[in-house]
């Protein structure tokens, strides 16, 4: 079993910037892909980006690509979030989850196997 949990989210200013940070605990974040979804109020779930288990592969949605990128430090059992150039539109609750093997080809709240509880990004002036 898995434990996941964000923090880092917050309020920031349009074109801002915020680093979300999945601290994992449980079982080693070695074999998993760590990926990132958000869930803004009224709204579907949707996935933000991915890192496959190996780093090789990274997966970005058409709407944060060029301005957030998705990291992991396997020896802390850590993966990261930072976002640029924040847009009021990106307000939403935001969740880590893993996928084991996971290779980010897809991106599905079905594929995963782990979800943290959430942490709240606020983009407002």
């Known amino acids: 079993q898995m434990r996941l949990v964000e923090s880092g989210g917050g309020l920031v200013q349009p074109g801002g910037s915020l680093r979300l940070s999945c601290a994992t605990s449980?079982?080693?974040?070695?074999?998993?892909?760590i990926a990132w979804f958000r869930q803004a109020p009224g709204k579907e779930r949707e996935g933000v980006a991915c890192l496959s288990h190996d780093g090789s592969t990274t997966y970005y949605a058409d709407f944060v690509k060029g301005r957030f990128t998705t990291s992991r430090d396997n020896a802390k059992s850590q993966g990261y979030l930072q976002m640029n150039s924040l847009k009021p539109e990106d307000t939403a609750v935001y969740y880590c989850?893993?996928?084991?093997?996971?290779?980010?080809?897809?991106?599905?709240?079905?594929?995963?196997?782990?979800w943290g509880q959430g942490t709240q990004v606020l983009v407002s002036s």
């Open positions: 989850a893993t996928d084991l093997f996971g290779t980010c080809t897809t991106v599905t709240g079905d594929q995963m196997n782990f």
């Open positions: 449980g079982t080693s974040l070695d074999y998993y892909a």
